[in-house]
């Protein structure tokens, strides 16, 4: 399993159930990690996405005690929803937020596809910061290029001491 993120300088992610920066470049990188896989996230951050609605091309997978939909899988708890995770080759499954799902999740990813923005977004939520984690080692750091007005990075963690499901 693998998280996605883009990251400020203090490891923020949102604030307001929304991101901190536009970077189109990153939002393409984004696309083409997840495109065709299962992205997996809490119900705010589906909440969050345009229209509210699932990411076209990819199965959508919510932790949600709040709602059910048609258009993706809710499961209820987080014991339903590993297991319906056990069913999907591990590379295909994304974690793609929000900061309490990441927290929970982030021992049972194997990669991280960690985008290192430049500057500070002012958060009010935040990804663990792998720096500090004994864990999680960078293996790549990537070259700092613009997006939108900002420098971005990206950058690859692997877990060296994965948590079963």
């Keep these: ?23 189109p ?6 696309k083409e990690k997840t ?3 299962v992205v997996v996230m809490g119900g705010n951050t589906l909440l969050s996405f345009p229209g509210s609605k699932p990411l076209p091309k990819r199965k959508n997978i919510v932790l949600s005690d ?18 319906e995770l056990k069913k999907y080759p591990t590379d295909d499954l994304f974690i793609v ?10 021992d049972y990813c194997d990669t991280a596809y960690i985008t290192k923005v430049d500057a500070v977004g002012g958060a009010t939520v935040f990804f663990p910061n792998l720096d500090e ?19 971005i990075s990206f950058t690859t963690y692997v877990n060296n001491s994965v948590k079963e499901l």
């Design 133 to 151: 984690k004994d864990n999680w080692t960078m293996v790549d750091a990537g070259s700092p290029i613009e997006d939108n007005g900002v420098q």
């Design 35 to 37: 495109l065709g896989k």
């Design 25 to 30: 470049k990153d939002l393409q990188f984004f």
């Design 97 to 106: 937020g929000g900061a309490m799902f990441y927290s929970t999740m982030i």
């Design 66 to 83: 709040v709602f059910t939909r048609d258009d993706c899988e809710v499961f209820a708890t987080l014991d339903e929803l590993i297991q």
């Design 1 to 23: 399993m693998k998280a996605i993120v883009a990251v400020d300088k203090e490891w923020g992610i949102g604030k307001n159930n929304g991101m901190l920066f536009h970077m």
